[in-house]
Nanobody, 125 residues
Framework: VQLQASGGGLVHIGGSLRLSCISS????????IAWFRQAPNKERERVSC????????YYAESVKGRFTISRNNAAKTAYLQMNSLKPEDTAVYYC???????????????????WGKGTQVTVSS
């Protein structure tokens, strides 16, 4: 399973970006998809997750109300719509997949089976 993330860039405070993650895993109800991010000198943190079956979602408190995760199985693409961006959102963003129906709040770095290369998001002040 391969995942390819794209859509990062440079944006001003309060701006928006939409990240995309293309993968055969997105087309399958048997995989949950997650977005993680890693800022310089910080650990990789979970941002948001979406299940494969019922499209239930989970968000980190730091992004709740600002970010929206979704998936289009037919297009094999998962999205992370990011609004009201803040400087602390600056990081490399990764999409990842895990097979099965995990409890989304418990997903972490070690849970994931497959990873894509990251895409840089920079929010300037």
């Amino acid at each position: 399973v391969q995942l390819q993330a794209s859509g990062g860039g440079l944006v001003h405070i309060g701006g928006s970006l939409r990240l995309s993650c293309i993968s055969s895993a997105v087309a399958s109800d048997h995989y949950a998809i997650a977005w993680f991010r890693q800022a310089p000198n910080k650990e990789r943190e979970r941002v948001s997750c979406i299940s494969g079956g019922d499209d239930s979602t989970y968000y980190a408190e730091s992004v709740k109300g600002r970010f929206t995760i979704s998936r289009n199985n037919a297009a094999k693409t998962a999205y992370l719509q990011m609004n009201s961006l803040k400087p602390e959102d600056t990081a490399v963003y990764y999409c990842a997949a895990v097979r099965g129906s995990p409890y989304l709040p418990a997903l972490n770095y070690a849970s994931m089976d497959y990873w894509g290369k990251g895409t840089q998001v920079t929010v300037s002040s």
